[in-house]
């Protein structure tokens, strides 16, 4: 079985373009979990979602971020405009529903913004 | 305030010692994950503790969940290289996974 997919691997654009992030997750997993980590600041939950619903969005760190599932195989992560200190690598992980949340991680996007 | 602390942040031994790293919280928490990462792939998971004192061995690494869950243990013990990389532990609270900062890991041959 496929694992957490994410597309692309690598993006670098330039300040005040639109980035959108997919994530494919693992099929048949309830969670879908956006992260950001940075050496500064270490792996942080943007968003999640739960049967395609967004359930806590507080960690989305500005109204230039935004999150959809439109359906329980996709989710994209859009930044717009996007800034310089959005570098960082994203993550994408699903998780099926038991008490404990084991996450699956993507492989991350690494994302430049100059 | 980093409501998950891991210890230390950084870590070079030589290949065959003993080790253990450290999670601290002033939290409870009603599971507890460790996850190791390697650099350019996404953390794995490696074990889920739940119990207060339970103990979870994985080869040579042994987990352990503090009797008031609030703290957690990974110790490797005769380091091979291959275990090199970013330790991240996470701690379940409410309906939210919470990860420390990690202890990385550097075992020379």
């Known amino acids: 079985d496929a694992g957490v997919i994410q597309s692309p691997r690598h993006e670098v654009t330039e300040m005040g373009q639109e980035v959108t992030l997919r994530c494919k997750p693992i099929?048949?997993?309830?969670?879908l979990f956006w992260y950001r980590q940075t050496m500064m600041r270490g792996l942080e939950l943007l968003i999640y979602?739960?049967?395609?619903?967004?359930?806590?969005d507080s960690g989305m760190p500005e109204d230039r971020f935004s999150a959809k599932m439109p359906n329980a195989s996709f989710s994209t992560l859009k930044i717009q405009p996007s800034e310089p200190r959005d570098s960082a690598v994203y993550f994408c992980?699903?998780?099926?529903?038991?008490?404990?949340?084991?996450?699956?991680f993507g492989p991350g996007t690494r994302l430049t913004v100059t | 305030t980093q409501l998950l602390e891991q210890s230390p942040q950084f870590l070079s031994i030589q290949e065959g010692e003993n080790l253990t790293v450290y999670c601290n919280s002033s939290?409870?928490?009603?599971?507890l994950q460790w996850y190791r990462q390697e650099p350019g792939e996404g953390p794995v998971l490696l074990v889920t503790?739940?119990?207060?004192?339970e103990v979870k061995k994985l080869k040579r690494l042994t987990f352990q969940f503090g009797d008031a869950r609030k703290d957690s243990s990974l110790h490797i013990t005769a380091a091979q290289p291959g275990d090199t990389g970013l330790y991240l532990c996470?701690?379940?609270?409410?309906?939210?996974?919470?990860f420390g900062k990690g202890t990385r890991l550097h075992i020379l041959p």
């Open positions: 939290s409870v928490f009603s599971s």
């Open positions: 992980a699903s998780s099926p529903m038991t008490l404990t949340y084991e996450q699956y």
């Open positions: 979602f739960n049967n395609n619903v967004p359930i806590d």
């Open positions: 996470a701690g379940r609270r409410d309906d939210k996974i919470i």
């Open positions: 503790v739940v119990t207060g004192g």
């Open positions: 099929s048949g997993h309830d969670y």
